[in-house]
């Protein structure tokens, strides 16, 4: 696979994200008081997220300009392409290990991420639990 | 089964640290050579309950987990005012010094896990001779910080949610959810700075580079086991430490994290089984040793 490929791949996949979260109604459960735009996905194209109430509302790779945000975690397409094997190698298993090995960053305002850190790594963990789906 | 009593049992003791009486929590099983479990930071002696509940090792094995003040059913002292709990490397050293003498245990094994294996390393540094063997887990020297510690303890994050969401990346995904889930709640109910005050240890006041090449194995064997999943404390980072220590026995533990005695106490089992034969067999030549 080539990196073009894998990019593509990995933005395919974080597509499908919104429809994972809906089928995931405990998880929509606990974000129930999370409002918040953020940045999610490849370090090079990271998606513009919308959640209200825990569930996403919009969920677009193309922005309009100058739109707001309040922090982004982004992560290289290596590092999405492990976190969702479904048994991720050492290292390659958490949002903050990725953050710690220099594959992913956190960046901007953090508060509502660590309120809702459970909720963020289960969020993008959704892709390894539904792995079927996704490749359907 | 319905109506089973584990043989574990839990009493207090009244422990002079520092010239103040503290009320200790601890429970134990078994009888034999004195084990002292220390829990990890921000967590209780729960983390043990299936060590404790070994049978196997309960046979030659008097195991002993106790809740370090401020953790679990050991409160604060009562001459605390409130101010913030801070967690010193003198103080931990003094705590489980003064728990031992207290209870009157004759050379024990220590065995800690994160903040408990890094003391263990003090121990072996300045009292190993008080020991009969100690074990680290998940143990070095220094680690380097992933996140800030000032997210666990204000008034606009919650801090239950907050310390275990961080800690639950260094479970490994191999982990019965169960028991997973277990390891969690211990730290969705501690005490409000607790985990942070905890983590001054082992931040800021435990750096023990350059120390531990001190330690003499010869006086006081020291094993070191780590899992292969613990980003916190990864298994390079023991290595690290161990490779300045001579005699130093280390372990990298397949399929486990940072809490392998409680995430998958199983699996933990099959590692730590050796090495409590091991201690078994070189304090009792005579008699039989542990089978794993």
Known sequence: MTQASDSSAIIQTFSKIPALLDATPALVTRGRFLDCDCRLGPIDQPFFVSIRAGRIVEFTATPALMRSWRFSYRATPKAWHEYWQPMPKAGFHDLLALTKRGEAVVEGELHPFMTHLQYFKDLLALPRLHASQVAA | ?292
Request: charged share 20%.
């Open chain 2, 1 to 292: 089964m319905n109506g089973q009593i584990e043989s574990i049992v839990g009493r207090y003791v009244h422990v002079d640290i520092g010239g103040e009486l503290h009320r200790i929590y601890f429970e134990e099983n078994g009888a034999g050579i004195p084990l002292v479990c220390l829990h990890t930071a921000g967590s209780d002696g729960r983390q043990w309950r299936h060590l404790l509940a070994d049978a196997e090792f309960a046979k030659h094995f008097r195991i002993i987990a106790f809740d370090m003040p401020w953790h679990g059913k050991s409160n604060p002292p009562a001459s605390w005012n409130g101010d913030e709990y801070q967690l010193t490397t003198a103080r931990y050293t003094a705590t489980i010094r003064a728990f031992c003498k207290a209870m009157k245990l004759d050379k024990p094994v220590v065995m800690g896990c994160s903040i408990g294996g890094r003391i263990v390393l003090n121990l072996a540094i300045d009292h190993a001779a008080e020991f009969r063997a100690l074990i680290g887990l998940e143990a070095a020297d220094f680690q380097q910080p992933w996140y800030d510690t000032t997210w666990l303890n204000r008034p606009d994050v919650h801090g239950g949610e907050v310390c275990a969401a961080l800690v639950s990346g260094l479970v490994a995904p191999q982990s019965p959810k169960a028991t997973r889930d277990e390891t969690l709640w211990a730290y969705k109910q501690g005490g409000p700075g607790v985990f942070k005050g905890d983590l001054y240890f082992y931040r800021v006041d435990g750096d023990l580079r350059g120390k531990v090449e001190t330690i003499d194995t010869s006086i006081c064997p020291l094993y070191l086991l780590t899992g292969e999943y613990d980003f916190s404390c990864t298994p390079e980072d023991t290595r690290r430490t161990a490779a300045s220590i001579p005699g130093a026995c280390v372990t990298v533990m397949e399929k486990l994290g940072h809490f392998p005695m409680s995430e998958n106490p199983a699996q933990f089992r099959r590692y730590i089984a050796p090495v409590l034969a091991e201690i078994a067999k070189a304090q009792a030549p005579a008699k039989q040793g542990v089978h794993a």
